[in-house]
């Protein structure tokens, strides 16, 4: 869709993470301008915007596309920060995204080409499926997905259900549910690990049957511990911050690569025991 010069030399490159909860104006702009170029007329673009924003539109004789433009960068331009997010999925929606089959070309297109905005203004969120999510620090991003893929690969709906779910909590504001984060996160794990061994051993018996490299072996149990201490069980003295949940999120990711490439053939045999994942 952008065949710009920067884009084709690479000039433009993703930038750290710096924005969660704003919405810059060239992320404001960036919405207009990628709906328009997808063929988005410019009533039915109003129509969108007042959708997700909740208000009428402006009905004036004589009411022209540049009138009717004007009056949908001022509403973009004012509304909450957190409706120029809401305005992102709305689009994706109204362009074919919604389809049980699959989002349509356009609905894909809308998708990387305000990915690629978020990337470029350091923005903490992505579109994935049509709903806003939370996106890890660029560095950490690329292992987190190939975590979900490696799980959805071996077909392992519950283990994959809770890693989604983990990143959904850490989507929540005002206040993300960082033990739910935390809990899932070390669920979907626990879930990988059961899978390839079987039967119903505990997580710290596991571990050491899981051939981690030593002595990252003996980093996998306390991170266990961490997450039973401070978000499975009930603590009312110490709540988990926002980075530790990231923390956690991230080493489980890491920790379901490496078993899913290390332990891929016991995965993908017939038969395996996968009946025993983790509530």
């Given at each position: 869709?952008?065949?710009?010069?920067?884009?084709?030399?690479?000039?433009?490159?993703?930038?750290?993470?710096?924005?969660?909860?704003?919405?810059?104006?060239?992320?404001?702009?960036?919405?207009?301008?990628?709906?328009?170029?997808?063929?988005?007329?410019?009533?039915?673009?109003?129509?969108?915007v007042c959708a997700a924003l909740r208000t009428m539109p402006k009905e004036r004789e004589n009411w022209g596309p540049s009138n009717v433009m004007s009056e949908v960068r001022e509403l973009v331009g004012?509304?909450?920060?957190?409706?120029?997010?809401?305005?992102?999925?709305?689009?994706?929606?109204?362009?074919?995204?919604?389809?049980?089959?699959?989002?349509?070309?356009?609905?894909?297109?809308?998708?990387?080409?305000?990915?690629?905005?978020?990337?470029?203004?350091?923005?903490?969120?992505?579109?994935?499926?049509?709903?806003?999510?939370?996106?890890?620090?660029?560095?950490?991003?690329?292992?987190?997905?190939?975590?979900?893929?490696?799980?959805?690969?071996?077909?392992?709906?519950?283990?994959?259900?809770?890693?989604?779910?983990?990143?959904?909590?850490?989507?929540?504001?005002?206040?993300?549910?960082?033990?739910?984060?935390?809990?899932?996160?070390?669920?979907?794990?626990?879930?990988?690990?059961?899978?390839?061994?079987?039967?119903?051993?505990?997580?710290?018996?596991?571990?050491?049957?899981?051939?981690?490299?030593?002595?990252?072996?003996?980093?996998?149990?306390?991170?266990?511990?961490?997450?039973?201490?401070?978000?499975?069980?009930?603590?009312?003295?110490?709540?988990?911050?926002?980075?530790?949940?990231?923390?956690?999120?991230?080493?489980?990711?890491?920790?379901?690569?490496?078993?899913?490439?290390?332990?891929?053939?016991?995965?993908?045999?017939?038969?395996?025991?996968?009946?025993?994942?983790?509530?």
């Open positions: 869709m952008d065949n710009s010069f920067s884009r084709r030399y690479g000039f433009e490159k993703p930038s750290t993470i710096k924005i969660r909860e704003d919405a810059p104006e060239a992320i404001r702009a960036a919405v207009i301008v990628i709906a328009d170029r997808l063929g988005v007329g410019f009533k039915e673009i109003r129509e969108v004012h509304c909450p920060w957190y409706k120029v997010y809401d305005l992102c999925e709305e689009f994706y929606r109204a362009l074919g995204g919604g389809s049980p089959y699959g989002p349509s070309p356009k609905a894909a297109e809308f998708e990387t080409g305000i990915n690629h905005e978020f990337e470029v203004q350091g923005i903490g969120w992505k579109i994935q499926g049509g709903s806003v999510k939370w996106r890890g620090a660029d560095e950490c991003e690329a292992s987190l997905q190939r975590a979900e893929e490696a799980l959805r690969s071996a077909d392992l709906e519950s283990p994959a259900s809770r890693f989604r779910e983990a990143r959904r909590c850490l989507s929540q504001r005002p206040d993300p549910d960082v033990k739910g984060a935390i809990s899932h996160a070390i669920a979907a794990l626990e879930g990988l690990a059961r899978t390839i061994l079987g039967g119903s051993r505990t997580f710290g018996e596991m571990v050491k049957l899981l051939q981690l490299p030593s002595p990252l072996n003996r980093a996998a149990g306390p991170l266990w511990g961490y997450a039973s201490e401070w978000a499975r069980h009930e603590n009312r003295d110490r709540v988990p911050t926002t980075w530790e949940a990231e923390l956690v999120y991230s080493i489980c990711a890491a920790f379901i690569n490496f078993l899913s490439e290390k332990h891929k053939d016991r995965l993908a045999a017939p038969g395996r025991d996968s009946s025993s994942f983790p509530r």
